[in-house]
């Protein structure tokens, strides 16, 4: 039974388009995140979550909208995809924000071309 | 914001050798020091985390330990075996609602058998 799972694996798509990329947790934990890694695996936060509510959102571009419909769920929709978009993203979950480990999901390998 | 420095980047041994990754962090307030496991195509695992109440932790082949002074922390992989080989994360993490881990930039362990 996978803890924290993400849809899709992988997506391949146009720039310009919009994709949605989901992720559940079975855990009972009231923080998500959603990271982008890199080409050279750097692991940088883009949101945070604690119990639906926006904690930390970085300097990333408007064009990505995090979206917590409950705790156990945190969605990621990107509008206007770029070349630059081209990365891993893995959505990840603790049990409360602060000195915690992080489960990661298996990631979601989005290639915009 | 949390900057933490990890080094060095590559390390290459043989099997039944030791390897030392270090990270430092910039910021004091930070508490909570965890290490993940990337294998390839892979999610990060949580393998050790040590908080800084504690010097050193130790599970098996592998032990953590930190100088709060110095702001440094340390994973030590004794008698290193192939499947160890794997990108390795320090992190760290100042708890509370800003308590997101932020990474290092990662070591690509090779055991060479």
């Known amino acids: 039974d996978t803890a924290v799972s993400q849809t899709p694996k992988y997506l391949v798509t146009q720039m310009g388009n919009d994709k949605s990329i989901k992720c559940e947790q079975n855990?009972?934990?009231?923080?998500m995140y959603w990271y982008k890694q890199d080409s050279k695996k750097f692991l940088k936060i883009m949101f945070s979550?604690?119990?639906?509510?926006?904690?930390i959102n970085e300097t990333v571009p408007n064009r990505f909208s995090p979206k917590s419909p409950d705790k156990a769920h945190l969605n990621l929709h990107i509008n206007s995809l770029e070349l630059g978009d081209s990365a891993v993203y893995f959505c990840?979950?603790?049990?409360?924000?602060?000195?915690?480990?992080?489960?990661f999901g298996s990631g979601t390998r989005l290639t915009v071309v | 914001g949390e900057n933490v420095e990890q080094h060095p980047s590559t390390l290459s041994v043989q099997e039944g050798d030791s390897a030392v990754i270090k990270c430092t962090y910039s910021?004091?307030?930070?508490?909570?020091f965890p290490w993940y496991k990337q294998e390839l195509g892979k999610r990060p695992q949580l393998i050790i985390d040590?908080?800084?109440?504690?010097g050193e932790k130790k599970d098996q082949r592998i032990a953590v330990t930190l100088n709060k002074t110095a702001k440094h922390f340390s994973l030590h992989i004794t008698e290193t075996q192939p499947e160890d080989s794997a990108v390795y994360f320090c992190?760290?993490?100042?708890?509370?609602?800003?308590?997101?881990?932020?990474f290092g930039k990662g070591t690509k362990l090779s055991v060479k058998p």
């Open positions: 990840a979950s603790s049990p409360r924000t602060g000195v915690y480990g992080y489960t």
């Open positions: 855990l009972g934990h009231d923080t």
């Open positions: 979550y604690n119990n639906k509510e926006l904690i």
């Open positions: 910021d004091s307030a930070s508490n909570y």
């Open positions: 040590i908080r800084s109440n504690v």
């Open positions: 992190a760290a993490s100042r708890g509370g609602s800003q308590g997101n881990l932020i």
